[in-house]
């Protein structure tokens, strides 16, 4: 059985915020409810898709393929922590 819940979420704007709201609902064709968890919804995921992504300038893109494609030698510190690692993990 599927249950659905309808929560209510409230804000306070000014009359000519509402009224912007309002002609923009209107042309889209929807109810200004409708339009505003549409817009929220929009932009929520715009935020969340953009804070997954890495930016990096060209010179950190090829400084990232050069190391992929020639890894330097492991250093001491890294030796040591692959051996901690295996120890406590076997």
Do not use: C, W
Not at 15 to 39: M, P, R, S, Y
Request: avoid cysteine.
């Amino acid at each position: 059985m599927t249950v659905i819940s309808n929560e209510r979420i409230t804000a306070r704007v000014s009359e000519q915020i509402k009224e912007t709201l309002i002609a923009a609902a209107d042309l889209t064709g929807a109810t200004l409810n409708q339009f505003l968890v549409q817009a929220a919804l929009e932009k929520a995921e715009h935020i969340i898709e953009k804070d997954k992504l890495i930016h990096l300038s060209k010179k950190d893109a090829q400084v990232f393929f050069d190391v992929l494609e020639n890894p330097p030698e492991p250093n001491a510190k890294l030796i040591n922590a692959v051996k901690n690692y295996r120890a406590h993990i076997k």
